[in-house]
């Protein structure tokens, strides 16, 4: 089966999630380990009110004074040559601008994987329509 | 860096898609893109907002490998209705979000084009603080101010035009081969 059958996650078994009783209370767990339970906890929690949150918004309208004022911020800053000497948010910001843009860039024909999924998908349906024999 | 509203809006309802599960919406939902290039700016916009929350979790730092690792493990825990391998999850935060390596060069064909989006979602819809009244909505809201805030730097706008004029190229022959394939007449 190809792996691009479906472009969504395999559905996991409930069998294979942990309960909270499970995550926090095994034996000998060292600090690192039970400060990583309960972080688990409160971000399983968390995920769970977002999922029952509903339908997301539309972006909300940036103010103008916000992007003014943000903008001129930054135009007043002088780029170093490395992030480091930036306040944390734009070198953040800068430093996650370069990475995803080597990564996103270069060897992916995302069109032509999803002509071809979609391509698999009616051969396959074709198969499946035809009467065995 | 400019967040273009026709790659926003998708992508908000691809995370949107990921956080609440709904498996079928999703895959329908990226298969809709028109093309490549609004596809593959999607894709650079979730792992954006995957790194700036990363980074805001880590204190404003990009994290250590450490803590990419146990957040990994906490993606692939906490997730009750899919599954995510913690170790996909592991190489992709670390060397294609972190590390600026391409994502089929580390990701199977198909998690190349799926988990970057239900990563940013499960990272969202877990660390916006619910418990404060913050949705997964309002911190993407507060995500993208940060990064339309950002300068672009002349390396980045470099790279910006070479990557759309790389993919228009290649639409470009990818066109010129189908119309080879397709017999006439």
């Known amino acids: 089966v190809s792996e691009l059958d479906d472009l969504q996650p395999r559905p996991r078994r409930a069998a294979d999630v942990a309960s909270s009783a499970e995550l926090v209370d095994a034996p000998g767990m060292s600090l690192k380990e039970s400060l990583v339970a309960e972080r688990t906890l409160t971000l399983r929690s968390r995920l769970r009110r977002s999922r029952r949150a509903g339908k997301e918004p539309k972006r909300r309208r940036v103010s103008a004074e916000v992007k003014i004022s943000a903008v001129t911020a930054a135009a007043s800053i002088p780029l170093a040559a490395s992030a480091d000497h930036l306040p944390p948010l734009l070198s953040k910001v800068v430093y996650t601008s370069l990475a995803v843009l080597n990564a996103a860039g270069v060897g992916l024909n995302i069109r032509a994987q999803l002509k071809r999924t979609a391509e698999d998908a009616d051969g396959r349906a074709e198969d499946e329509d035809r009467p065995d024999g | ?185």
């Open chain 2, 1 to 185: 860096m400019r967040i273009d509203p026709t790659v926003e809006e998708p992508t908000r309802e691809l995370f949107g898609f990921a956080i609440r599960s709904e498996l079928a919406e999703f895959d329908e939902k990226l298969r809709s893109f028109g093309d490549d290039i609004t596809l593959r700016e999607a894709l650079l916009l979730a792992m954006a907002v995957s790194a700036m929350v990363l980074n805001d979790s880590a204190g404003g730092h990009a994290p250590t490998r450490e803590r990419l690792r146990d957040t990994a493990a906490i993606l692939a825990e906490i997730q009750d209705d899919y599954t995510l391998e913690q170790d996909e999850v592991y190489d992709y935060l670390d060397r294609c979000v972190y590390g600026g390596v391409p994502l089929t060069t580390v990701l199977p064909e198909g998690a190349a084009v799926t988990l970057p989006f239900v990563v940013a979602g499960n990272l969202l819809g877990s660390h916006a603080e619910i418990e404060k009244g913050q949705q997964w909505w309002d911190y993407l809201d507060a995500i993208e101010e940060e990064l339309e805030a950002a300068p672009e730097t002349a390396e980045v706008s470099d790279m910006m035009r070479g990557l759309r004029a790389d993919l228009r190229a290649a639409d470009r022959s990818a066109d010129r081969s189908a119309e080879r394939d397709t017999p006439s007449g």
